[in-house]
């Protein structure tokens, strides 16, 4: 496997955010990315979208030297929260819409006073040169899009790394952001933004957890060589490695023990053979 850029006529698109799905249930990446079906999600998702709107006007807002206040960036929340892209399911969640609000207003507000002025921002939901996979048998895969959701942050030393926000109702335990299982979408943001930008990652990567269920909390938690997980050394084969091997064959594989493994959150469900 290996990975040369800008190799003509891709066999696939892929949006870089979805990336790292493969590596949870590919069974269900594929239902999702490659067969098109959909599942109806719930109020505290459409929560998450909206408060990952308004921290990312507050940053970029930063960024640009725009001014923009605490208050801004809940009226974005909200405004996203009112009007969201995608339709849900109200009655898939316990929380009705004034409670969700309530939970995006404390959240976002608290992240823009407490934790984005620690940070050293560089770039938020940063757009990446698509990046070519080369699967082998004819198949190459292309990453594209933009790191959704994550922002690259200067460090003490001056060198860069990703920050990625991940919302959800135990994105927080014991007062840290849970890391497990975000590896391969940081290790796949780390790849893209050395391919965008030809500048090394040089420091760690951060996770800024927001968890909406509960005691509306923010902590931070540390990833370190998520790249190398994804790409892989001489000893042993990256993630990418067993994912060009998927896209190879058209073998996915499912994945029971998922976190996701759910009516709720696998569209699949219902026709997937592999789950308890
Ligand atoms: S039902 Fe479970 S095993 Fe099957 S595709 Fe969905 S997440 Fe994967």
């Known amino acids: 496997m290996n990975a040369p850029e800008n190799l003509t006529a891709p066999s696939l698109r892929i949006r870089a955010s979805s990336w790292a799905g493969l590596f949870d249930c590919a069974y269900r990446w594929e239902g999702i990315h490659l067969l098109g079906l959909r599942n109806v ?58 409670e969700a609000e309530r ?37 190459i895969v292309r990453l594209t899009g933009t790191m959704d959701r994550a922002r690259i942050r200067k460090g003490v030393g001056g060198g860069v790394g990703i920050a990625d926000l991940k919302s959800g109702s135990a994105a927080v335990q014991k007062g ?32 800024i957890g927001l968890k909406t269920k509960g005691t509306a909390e923010i902590g931070t938690g540390t990833i370190r060589n998520a790249k190398r997980v994804m790409v892989g050394d001489q000893d042993t084969p990256g993630l990418i490695e067993f994912a060009a091997e998927m896209f190879k064959t058209g073998r996915f594989y499912p994945n029971p023990k998922s976190l996701l493994c759910s009516d709720k959150y696998c569209p699949r469900y219902a026709t997937c053979p592999f789950h308890d």
Do not use: W
């Open 41 to 98: 999600v719930g109020l505290r998702a459409a929560l998450g979208t909206a408060i990952h709107a308004g921290t990312a006007v507050f940053d970029q807002g930063r960024l640009d030297g725009a001014g923009l206040t605490a208050d801004d960036a809940a009226g974005a929340m909200v405004d996203k929260l009112r009007d969201p892209d995608n339709e849900y399911d109200p009655a898939r969640d316990d929380l009705t819409i004034n």
């Open 103 to 139: 939970v995006g207003l404390t959240l976002v507000s608290k992240y823009c006073t407490d934790v984005s002025p620690h940070y050293d921002f560089v770039a938020v939901e940063m757009e990446t040169k698509p990046l070519d996979i080369d699967c082998g048998g004819g198949v």
């Open 176 to 207: 840290a952001a849970v890391t497990k299982g975000h590896g391969p979408q940081i290790g796949t943001y780390e790849l893209l933004y050395e391919h965008t930008t030809g500048q090394p990652i040089t420091d760690e990567a951060e996770i």
